[in-house]
């Protein structure tokens, strides 16, 4: 059974940092979009950022929500993919979890949870003072 593995996250205060990591063994890691999305309490599952990967080249999308204040990426090599998140607002306040995407993609990311066909258990982030 593949398992994705979220680490990182906490407690930070408004416009402070956190990095999360997720761990994704168990596939061709380096042929699949991989993607973070949130969900905060009550609310339903928000995509957040993806990274697609193909050859030596990658590229990133981004939540409007999200855009120039969150950076993703990627290590092959590692079968990894990160979240560094500056600036940090209340409003991100949420469990992200981590995606990989359900068909080998080629310069594309998927904006919604049908495109992904296994997601991590979560890593919480608050941002509160």
């Known amino acids: 059974q593949l398992q994705l593995v979220e680490s990182g996250g906490g407690l930070a205060q408004p416009g402070g940092s956190l990095n999360l990591s997720c761990r994704a063994p168990?596939?061709?890691?380096?042929?699949?979009?991989m993607s973070w999305a949130r969900q905060a309490p009550g609310k339903g599952l928000e995509w957040v950022a993806g990274?697609?990967?193909?050859?030596?080249?990658?590229?990133?999308y981004y939540a409007d929500s999200v855009k120039g204040r969150f950076t993703i990426s990627r290590d092959n090599s590692k079968n990894k993919v990160y979240l560094q998140m500056n600036s940090l607002k209340p409003e991100d306040t949420a469990l992200y979890y981590c995606?990989?995407?359900?068909?080998?993609?080629?310069?594309?990311?998927?904006?919604?949870?049908?495109?992904?066909?296994?997601w991590g258990r979560g890593a919480q982030v608050t941002v509160s003072s």
């Open positions: 995606g990989k995407s359900r068909t080998i993609q080629a310069r594309a990311v998927p904006t919604t949870s049908e495109g992904y066909n296994y």
């Open positions: 168990g596939f061709t890691f380096s042929s699949h979009a």
């Open positions: 990274v697609w990967s193909y050859s030596d080249v990658s590229g990133t």
